[in-house]
């Protein structure tokens, strides 16, 4: 019943980050492709995958071995999870992590999605959606990482792109105008979010006409990258950022994509500007390598630990402090939540007499809508309407709400857009359940189960 | 006028040797209960296939609520960021959060593909 079950992997080669010419179709020098593969061996040709790939990347017909489109594909490996053959691989960084952590220099840090705490008990027998917050500290230290968790970056997420959203809502639903608010004169709503990296190479690829409404906010691992080089580095840990090896532990495997854009080397840009490192210092990447929760798990059993026999008590540092609204990143409709618990409170003055909006909640409906009334400390307490929508998995409805918005831009003033149905919590790094996703394993015969 | 007589008469027909009336009817009743029984064993699996989407949400909120009790509801009572700004001299989309926390960086990779095309 609580299986899960393995998935291949395979290591980067040098391939992996493309030849020397700036562009290679759709991926710039540098950039990690051929992150998902499917193995020709292993596919029947089932046609099962074709209906979960957001962008049609994958070219095959029943019967026949199916094969990726590099190009098309967002890396999201929603195919990958819903592979009932599990003849779907992922690039893996295990081997690399496991060497730095060998390495007596290196300062390696954990940095944990919010939705690797509800699934990573699965891979040692625990129930999906068992609750592993200090326990996964501990296995970390105890595999020798630091902890940074991501949940504090996603706070700080919220406190930039709340403030970006307030700051259009100001300019283009109020009419104010002032120096401050120059910077997103060209940024016009509906705000869309940032933080699922494979809806934005999807937006990228294939809805170019949405890059300006896109928040300039990083995601929060792209958050936590560059602050743990600077701020942490100088204020926290006393460390060199150049030793800090900084490893994102995500349930996603477009974060790996993401984290080798070449734009996102922010800290190494910072630092030399401000002279706190040699400026012969070749460039590093904020993020150096990114686990999925499998791969994290991997690590675990390659050290002999047991996260769920680890003790559940810790004391609270300050990488680790993070709020509800942190932790709901991962389920679809929370970073939306997250950011109104904010930005209400920026806007009226007041908290949210209740936090939870239930009604941006879920994982079954394609498209959620709400409107959530504003009073306006600034404005006497006059009410905005504030009307939001959350896009539940982007293999059915980016042409859904690229189609309402072309019929009126105005309907929405904050869209929330997750590739993986239900959120980060499904995402294409999660332990791949048997009874869940792979669902044809209890069919089949013993024999034939991998 | 007498009312018109009718007489009916019915007789099973002899089936062949292979099945009778009464054995189709127990053969009929087996398979359609195996059909019943193994469609519901599938229609069961299907719907199970997305209960651990739901139980693993359970569980942030499960955390969510944890922290709340803490007083940590919204991202603005996170006292570490606070520090963050603190400590680099900055505010949310100051000068430095604008160079570490944001990105100018989206590129159109649909004219990228075009770039990569050739008449050859």
Redesign the interface.
């Given at each position: 019943m609580s299986e899960v079950s393995k998935v291949r992997t395979f290591p980067p080669s040098k391939e992996s980050w493309g030849g020397d010419a700036a562009f290679d179709g759709t991926h710039r020098k540098g950039e990690l492709r051929g992150i998902i593969k499917i193995n020709q061996d292993n596919c029947v040709g089932c046609d099962t995958c074709t209906a979960f790939c957001p962008t049609e990347a994958i070219k095959g017909t029943l019967g026949v071995a199916h094969a990726i489109s590099t190009n098309q594909c967002v890396a999201c490996g929603q195919c990958l999870v819903n592979c009932p053959f599990g003849a779907i691989e992922q690039m893996s960084f295990v081997d690399i992590v496991m060497e730095k952590l060998a390495d007596p220099k290196a300062f390696v840090v954990a940095h944990p999605s919010p939705a690797v705490r509800v699934s990573i008990a699965e891979e040692f027998g625990g129930k999906p959606g068992d609750l592993t917050v200090n326990r996964l500290y501990n296995a970390f230290e105890k595999a020798g990482f630091h902890n940074y968790d991501v949940n504090f970056a996603a706070d700080q997420t919220i406190l930039e792109e709340g403030t970006e959203f307030i700051k259009k809502v100001r300019y283009w639903v109020l009419g104010e105008r002032g120096e401050d608010l120059e910077h997103v004169a060209h940024h016009p709503l509906p705000h869309f979010t940032s933080c699922c990296p494979a809806w934005v190479k999807n937006a990228e690829t294939f809805h170019p006409e949405l890059i300006p409404h896109i928040s300039g906010a990083k995601s929060p691992i792209q958050m936590g990258g560059p602050l743990a080089k600077t701020w942490a580095a100088e204020f926290v840990w006393k460390k060199d950022p150049r030793d800090i090896y900084m490893v994102s532990v995500t349930p996603c495997t477009a974060k790996i994509f993401e984290a080798s854009r070449p734009e996102f080397n922010s800290a190494y840009e910072y630092l030399k500007e401000n002279n706190k490192i040699p400026q012969d210092t070749p460039s590093f990447q904020d993020i150096d390598a990114v686990l999925t929760a499998r791969d994290a798990a991997e690590i675990f059993r390659r050290k002999g630990i047991n996260p769920l026999t680890l003790p559940d008590e810790r004391e609270m540092e300050t990488m680790n402090v993070y709020t509800g609204a942190a932790t709901i990143f991962g389920a679809s409709g929370g970073v939306m939540e997250a950011a109104l618990r904010t930005a209400y409170f920026i806007l009226s003055g007041t908290e949210l007499s209740n936090p939870d909006i239930t009604l941006v909640r879920g994982y079954e409906q394609d498209i959620v809508e709400a409107t959530i009334p504003v009073p306006l400390k600034a404005l006497n307490g006059k009410v905005i309407n504030v009307k939001v929508a959350v896009v539940n998995g982007a293999s059915r409805n980016i042409k859904e709400i690229v189609k309402r918005l072309t019929d009126d831009k105005n309907q929405y003033h904050f869209v929330e857009v997750m590739n993986c149905p239900g959120g980060c919590v499904n995402g294409g790094g999660q332990p791949v359940r048997t009874m869940g996703t792979s669902w044809l394993h209890p069919l089949l015969p013993l024999p034939l189960r991998a | 006028m007498e009312a018109k007589k009718e007489n009916y008469f019915y007789a099973e027909k002899p089936v062949g040797q292979l099945l009778s009336r009464r054995d189709f009817l127990k053969a009929a009743g087996v398979s359609v209960s195996a059909i019943a029984i193994s469609g519901y064993v599938?229609t069961d699996?299907?719907q199970?296939?997305?209960?651990?989407?739901?139980?693993?949400?359970?569980?942030?909120?499960?955390?969510?609520?944890?922290?709340?009790k803490a007083n940590?509801?919204?991202?603005?009572?996170?006292?570490?960021?606070l520090?963050?700004y603190q400590?680099?001299g900055t505010k949310?989309?100051g000068e430095?959060?604008e160079?570490?926390?944001?990105?100018?960086?989206?590129?159109?990779?649909?004219?990228?593909?075009m770039?990569?095309a050739h008449h050859g």
């Amino acid at each position: 019943m609580s299986e899960v079950s393995k998935v291949r992997t395979f290591p980067p080669s040098k391939e992996s980050w493309g030849g020397d010419a700036a562009f290679d179709g759709t991926h710039r020098k540098g950039e990690l492709r051929g992150i998902i593969k499917i193995n020709q061996d292993n596919c029947v040709g089932c046609d099962t995958c074709t209906a979960f790939c957001p962008t049609e990347a994958i070219k095959g017909t029943l019967g026949v071995a199916h094969a990726i489109s590099t190009n098309q594909c967002v890396a999201c490996g929603q195919c990958l999870v819903n592979c009932p053959f599990g003849a779907i691989e992922q690039m893996s960084f295990v081997d690399i992590v496991m060497e730095k952590l060998a390495d007596p220099k290196a300062f390696v840090v954990a940095h944990p999605s919010p939705a690797v705490r509800v699934s990573i008990a699965e891979e040692f027998g625990g129930k999906p959606g068992d609750l592993t917050v200090n326990r996964l500290y501990n296995a970390f230290e105890k595999a020798g990482f630091h902890n940074y968790d991501v949940n504090f970056a996603a706070d700080q997420t919220i406190l930039e792109e709340g403030t970006e959203f307030i700051k259009k809502v100001r300019y283009w639903v109020l009419g104010e105008r002032g120096e401050d608010l120059e910077h997103v004169a060209h940024h016009p709503l509906p705000h869309f979010t940032s933080c699922c990296p494979a809806w934005v190479k999807n937006a990228e690829t294939f809805h170019p006409e949405l890059i300006p409404h896109i928040s300039g906010a990083k995601s929060p691992i792209q958050m936590g990258g560059p602050l743990a080089k600077t701020w942490a580095a100088e204020f926290v840990w006393k460390k060199d950022p150049r030793d800090i090896y900084m490893v994102s532990v995500t349930p996603c495997t477009a974060k790996i994509f993401e984290a080798s854009r070449p734009e996102f080397n922010s800290a190494y840009e910072y630092l030399k500007e401000n002279n706190k490192i040699p400026q012969d210092t070749p460039s590093f990447q904020d993020i150096d390598a990114v686990l999925t929760a499998r791969d994290a798990a991997e690590i675990f059993r390659r050290k002999g630990i047991n996260p769920l026999t680890l003790p559940d008590e810790r004391e609270m540092e300050t990488m680790n402090v993070y709020t509800g609204a942190a932790t709901i990143f991962g389920a679809s409709g929370g970073v939306m939540e997250a950011a109104l618990r904010t930005a209400y409170f920026i806007l009226s003055g007041t908290e949210l007499s209740n936090p939870d909006i239930t009604l941006v909640r879920g994982y079954e409906q394609d498209i959620v809508e709400a409107t959530i009334p504003v009073p306006l400390k600034a404005l006497n307490g006059k009410v905005i309407n504030v009307k939001v929508a959350v896009v539940n998995g982007a293999s059915r409805n980016i042409k859904e709400i690229v189609k309402r918005l072309t019929d009126d831009k105005n309907q929405y003033h904050f869209v929330e857009v997750m590739n993986c149905p239900g959120g980060c919590v499904n995402g294409g790094g999660q332990p791949v359940r048997t009874m869940g996703t792979s669902w044809l394993h209890p069919l089949l015969p013993l024999p034939l189960r991998a | 006028m007498e009312a018109k007589k009718e007489n009916y008469f019915y007789a099973e027909k002899p089936v062949g040797q292979l099945l009778s009336r009464r054995d189709f009817l127990k053969a009929a009743g087996v398979s359609v209960s195996a059909i019943a029984i193994s469609g519901y064993v599938v229609t069961d699996i299907v719907q199970k296939r997305k209960s651990y989407i739901a139980l693993r949400q359970q569980g942030l909120y499960k955390d969510d609520k944890r922290l709340q009790k803490a007083n940590l509801t919204g991202s603005h009572q996170n006292a570490s960021c606070l520090k963050v700004y603190q400590d680099m001299g900055t505010k949310p989309m100051g000068e430095v959060a604008e160079q570490l926390l944001h990105t100018k960086t989206y590129v159109d990779r649909s004219n990228l593909l075009m770039q990569g095309a050739h008449h050859g």
